[in-house]
Nanobody, 120 residues
Framework: VQLQASGGGLVQAGGSLRLSCAAY????????MGWYRQAPGKQREMVAT???????NYADSVKGRFSISRDNAKNTVYLQMNSLKPEDIAVYYC???????????????WGQGTQVTVSS
């Protein structure tokens, strides 16, 4: 299973970006999908998650500004980021709980990370 993230870049404060992350491989089902981020010198932190039923959970720091969604037919999760701030600067990583053929469990897989930079 591979997760391929895209959509990062440089944006001015107050601007928007949309991240995408698609899962590829011999996938039976995907449970939770989500995004974490890691800023320089800081620990990785949860940004947003979404379960198979579409229930979303957000970090307090992004509530009202970010929106997570998924397309189950495409095994893809999205993160719409609005009103970006300099404190949102980080490498954003997607993850997914994936059950593959031959497995009874959903295992966690991570994408390669995509850089988000916000200029003030």
């Amino acid at each position: 299973v591979q997760l391929q993230a895209s959509g990062g870049g440089l944006v001015q404060a107050g601007g928007s970006l949309r991240l995408s992350c698609a899962a590829y491989g011999s996938i039976i089902s995907i449970s939770v999908m989500g995004w974490y981020r890691q800023a320089p010198g800081k620990q990785r932190e949860m940004v947003a998650t979404i379960d198979g039923g579409g229930i979303a959970n957000y970090a307090d720091s992004v509530k009202g500004r970010f929106s997570i969604s998924r397309d189950n037919a495409k095994n893809t999760v999205y993160l719409q980021m609005n009103s970006l701030k300099p404190e949102d600067i980080a490498v954003y990583y997607c993850y997914a709980g994936v059950r593959t053929y031959g497995s009874q469990l959903h295992l966690q897989y991570w994408g390669q990370g995509t850089q988000v930079t916000v200029s003030s």
